[in-house]
């Protein structure tokens, strides 16, 4: 049952990947491929007559004239070289008729799978390993090829040989040639497919093991200062090590067991072929075939079988191309949790007013992050939330962008419900300075013209004035041009943080969010920082997170949260003035800060 359940797993598989080899929206891909068909029929026809020719020359060569002189079969040669030819040529151009059939497919399923990835939620990326995803996804991509170039070079031109081979030996001997040929071809396929399926299971495991491996690796490098700052080297090393050696008993099973498939299936061809001859020396003794025929019998049945001694090899690859290829189809069948609603409609700016109705929100049903949240940004006035780690503050910033959808109640911007907005036109509304950096691993220019991949030169340099950054990368020796590396780690964290200034101002938003956008710096660079935040939000609806209130005291209004709820709301001065929660987080900042400023001096 489980042999059954597989093969119709595997017909899903290949049934998914034939609908982009047959495109609907592509008349010349499908010609090319009927094309590729057709070729392939003539170059086997055209192999089928080779040994005809063959068998004709021996005789030829075998019948001596009365002066003793054996006469040279000048026309059968010729024959037997021009139908080889036209083979050759024919399987050739085959392969270059099908191969923008075969490019395009791979081409598609990577690009519909890098999109996918994309429109798949947060949570989602959350919970799975970079490293192990990538490698999914190209052990996918990679098995198209695989299972493509198995089948068009290996099983179907072996199929239209096993097929004609055999046809061709009924119609001309007996059908016990024919017989004797399917059965040990009949044979080879059962054993081959048998011992493939539990080596399968095998190159499963050895899959799993070799996606930690790739996993732990990507995460020890690129956490490579953490690791640096323990002193882990040893400890990632050794679980490196250990998966490897997994790795390594895996493989060794799995290449012994592909030794005794390959003896077995090397065993029961010797004996098919031993048996034919037999048989048709047999017939040979009672004149019933000539000589030639006997070597057209063995011609034949080497044209036959030879493509069977790479069909372990293929079978094996090509089911290792299934499996490859399902788990990344399951992984297209992943459902994105934020999705546009039938009838979305884009945001339309109408001043920049945000409002939280009686929101609620959990990211699972035994803890709710938020509970009953509620609260207004009027037009170009600024909003400041504020309160110890874990109190909800960055999730409302989520909410916001719409990575998660909320529990209950609903968020309008000017009036407008984001649930039923397109999320492309919500998000490009809004602009984010982020606590955490990110910048990609290319130059600076290409980080700041991230925020709009359209803008001129002149924008860009625009927008670095404004973030304050433009002197800087014009002293650098390579300029805008100057490399970030990975993750920005070529920066401080001030220039990186003007960087992903720029980047935000270039995208021109209508309302700008800061979530500890200066929290990770040092006092000074904060300060400067904080007053460019200042100016580029000025007249604009601003949010911002934070955790040291320094940065929000000139905030139009200030929310105090704590475990999800509102506790506290005002501007600085009436927060002070009442005394509570937020007075006291006031007054252990500034003794704090103040204590930083002692301990420099001395």
């Known amino acids: 049952m489980k042999l ?18 047959w495109p609907r929206d592509s008349l010349t891909l499908r010609l090319r491929f009927v094309l590729a068909l057709v070729a392939l029929v003539i170059s086997k026809f055209a192999g089928l007559a080779v040994p005809l ?17 054996i006469a040279i079969p000048f026309y059968f040669l010729f024959c037997y070289g021009a139908f080889r030819l036209i ?12 191969a923008p059939v075969e490019n395009q497919a791979m081409r598609r399923i990577a690009v519909q799978v890098f999109s996918h990835l994309h429109s798949l939620s947060l949570r989602f990326h959350l919970d799975r390993r970079t490293g192990g995803l990538t490698r999914l996804v190209e052990r996918g991509v990679k098995a198209v090829e695989n299972f493509l170039w198995f089948s068009v ?24 040639y024919a017989a004797l040929a399917f059965s040990i071809i009949l044979v080879y396929v059962l054993f081959t497919i048998l011992f493939t399926e539990w080596r399968t299971r095998i190159q499963r495991q050895l899959n799993a093991v070799d996606t930690q491996a790739s996993s732990r690796s990507v995460d020890a490098l690129l956490n490579y200062e953490t690791v640096k700052y323990f002193n882990n080297e040893d400890l990632e090393i050794h679980l490196f090590d250990k998966l490897s050696r997994s790795y390594e008993k895996l493989a060794i099973r799995s290449k012994a067991a592909m030794a005794f498939l390959n003896f077995g299936q090397g065993a029961i061809i010797a004996i098919g072929l031993t048996a034919m001859m037999i048989l048709a020396a047999s017939d040979v003794a009672s004149h019933h075939i000539t000589v030639g025929d006997f070597v057209l019998v063995n011609t034949y049945l080497f044209q036959a079988f030879l493509p069977l001694g790479f069909l372990g090899y293929a079978y094996k690859e ?19 949790e934020i999705k546009d609603r039938l009838n979305a409609v884009d945001y339309v700016f109408k001043g920049g007013r945000i409002e939280f109705k009686h929101v609620s929100f959990s990211y699972n049903p035994n803890r709710e992050i938020l509970k009953d949240i509620s609260f207004v940004v009027e037009p170009g006035r600024t909003l400041a939330l504020v309160g110890e780690s874990g109190a909800g503050k960055s999730t409302i910033g989520r909410l916001l962008f719409r990575f998660y959808e909320v529990t209950k109640g609903e968020i309008l911007i000017d009036g407008q419900n984001i649930y039923n907005m397109t999320q492309s036109s919500l998000r490009q509304a809004i602009g984010i300075v982020p606590q955490d950096t990110v910048l990609f691993n290319n130059s600076i220019y290409y980080n700041i013209a991230y925020g709009n991949p359209d803008a001129t030169q002149e924008d860009i340099e625009e927008a670095a004035r404004l973030a304050q950054i433009h002197t800087f990368i014009d002293k650098l020796p390579e300029g805008y041009e100057s490399l970030v590396g990975e993750r920005g780690l070529k920066l401080s964290g001030g220039e990186k943080q003007r960087v992903a200034i720029a980047r935000t101002l270039l995208k021109k938003p209508h309302i700008f969010m800061f979530d500890e956008a200066t929290s990770a710096l040092d006092t000074h660079t904060e300060k400067e920082i904080q007053k460019c935040l200042d100016s580029i939000s000025f007249n604009n609806t601003t949010l911002i997170i934070a955790h040291r209130l320094s940065t929000i005291v000139h905030a139009d209004e200030i929310l105090l949260m704590s475990d999800g709820q509102i506790v506290e709301r005002g501007n600085h001065k009436a927060l002070l003035a009442q005394q509570g929660l937020y007075a006291e987080m006031w007054k252990r900042q500034q003794f704090e800060e103040k204590l930083q400023e002692l301990i420099k001096t001395v």
């Open 153 to 176: 070079n290996a099983f179907l031109p072996a199929f239209f040989e096993l097929v004609f081979v055999t046809g061709a030996m009924w119609y001309l001997y007996d059908w016990m």
């Open 4 to 21: 059954i359940r597989r093969f119709k797993d595997s017909d899903s598989t290949i049934a998914r990947l034939l609908m982009y080899l």
């Open 53 to 69: 020719y063959f068998k004709d020359s021996v005789n030829a060569l075998s019948e001596t004239s009365s002066q003793g002189w």
């Open 318 to 336: 090509t089911k290792q191309a299934i499996v490859d290829m399902e788990q990344m189809f399951t992984l297209l069948d992943e459902q994105p």
């Open 87 to 98: 083979s050759v040529f024919f399987s050739e151009i085959r392969i270059a008729i099908f």
